[in-house]
């Protein structure tokens, strides 16, 4: 049997909030429930659980997974864990694809949750852990400064400037302010974000998305079943990932080859020939904001170093040609690690359904994408959707 063709049919968002008062489990349960809601599906209906979360640190529950199973509704149910740092939701999405492509289940929910204030002192600890323990960890790298090479690398390589960079933190907080789910929307200038706190020059405070806590949740289901739930079915037409190596010191951080590797095997997939005139509204990751523009160029949408000239020129705007993270993006919205790339699904199910509400950007786009990446700066995930 061939692969089946997936729908998404259904979709739920927490607000993304510091220090929620409900624990991670309750902030899954609240997410898959208004999924399920949105469709009118009961978890009986469900055939199993992709349940994706990022370190055990964040929650700070030993086997998380496990813990979060029941909340997220795998009770008795088959419940699997993908995870890959920040890639870790849209990955999740693509692993729930396959439960239901493959033929083995006919509905699968698919849930994401990080509750970041739970680690103490800072999530970024958690991550010192992950550095080559003779070469790297010495020197007590945290990922803001690991950053901070990249984001100058990117800017001595084609001549950007900081103030260029800034403009994606103020496009994506004020697109935010029509979020009801955004943690801190704001309408700020380019010199808000360069007079900010400098964190690891050239980053500053507000170049960055915040600790987040949040949960958010889909429902995939096969082409026989979306036909049967709704006339408004969003088609996972192509699914790419690609992970490359963990030595960042041995590679040119200027470009994310990683990322394009994954968008060309996701682009075949979908059909997609020329990804910058086809894709109609984007939602690549952006828990930095230079992010946007290195993964905007790593998806092929536009050249290398070309994305912050269509940024200053409002390209990219929620009016533009090509909108890119109208939901105000994790700049925005927030970055509870996992939840954060299935709520950029969520953003484009709506966003071509027509129901994003203020976010909605004109013209009716039939083609959107949505991406994240994680671990160290190598793991590059892609969905394309259609309707």
Request: net charge negative.
């Amino acid at each position: 049997m061939g692969m089946r063709r997936v729908a998404i049919v259904g979709a739920g968002l927490t607000k993304f909030v510091r220090r929620a008062q409900e624990t991670g489990k309750e902030l899954a349960y609240e997410a898959a429930k208004m999924a399920l809601d949105s469709c009118e599906l009961t978890l009986e209906d469900v055939g199993c659980v992709s349940l994706g979360t990022a370190p055990d640190a964040f929650d700070g529950v030993h086997m998380k997974g496990e813990y979060l199973s029941d909340g997220a509704g795998g009770w008795r149910k088959p419940v699997m864990r993908p995870y890959v740092g920040g890639g870790t939701g849209v990955f999740n999405a693509i692993h729930g694809w396959f439960h239901v492509a493959s033929g083995l289940f006919d509905i699968c929910l698919v849930v994401a949750e990080e509750k970041m204030s739970s680690c103490y002192p800072h999530p970024a600890g958690a991550f010192l852990t992950i550095f080559d323990h003779t070469t790297e960890q010495p020197l007590k790298p945290n990922l803001i400064w690991i950053f901070a090479l990249e984001m100058r690398r990117y800017m001595e390589t084609y001549g950007i400037s900081h103030r260029d960079i800034a403009l994606v933190s103020v496009k994506n907080k004020k697109n935010a302010m029509d979020h009801p789910c955004a943690q801190i929307p704001q309408e700020i200038t380019v010199d808000d974000v360069l007079n900010s706190e400098v964190l690891a020059d050239p980053v500053h405070r507000l170049d960055i998305s915040p600790t987040s806590d949040g949960a958010a949740a889909l429902v995939l289901v096969a082409e026989h079943i979306a036909k049967k739930i709704t006339d408004k079915p969003v088609w996972i037409d192509g699914v790419g990932w690609n992970v490359d190596t963990a030595y960042w010191a041995t590679r040119d951080l200027c470009y994310p080859r990683y990322v394009e590797k994954a968008a060309r095997m996701a682009y075949e997939m979908a059909g997609i020939k020329e990804p910058h005139k086809e894709i109609q509204v984007a939602e690549p990751y952006d828990p930095f904001d230079y992010k946007e523009l290195h993964h905007m160029e790593g998806l092929l949408l536009c050249g290398k170093g070309e994305a912050p000239r269509l940024t200053a020129e409002g390209v990219t705007a929620r009016d533009g040609n090509l909108p890119t993270c109208p939901s105000g993006g994790l700049l925005g919205v927030g970055n509870p690690i996992a939840a954060s790339g299935v709520m950029k699904i969520c953003e484009i199910f709506w966003q071509l359904r027509g129901e994003a509400g203020k976010r909605q950007v004109p013209g009716k786009p039939k083609v959107g994408l949505a991406q994240a990446w994680g671990d160290l700066m190598q793991v590059g995930t892609v969905i394309v959707m259609k309707v």
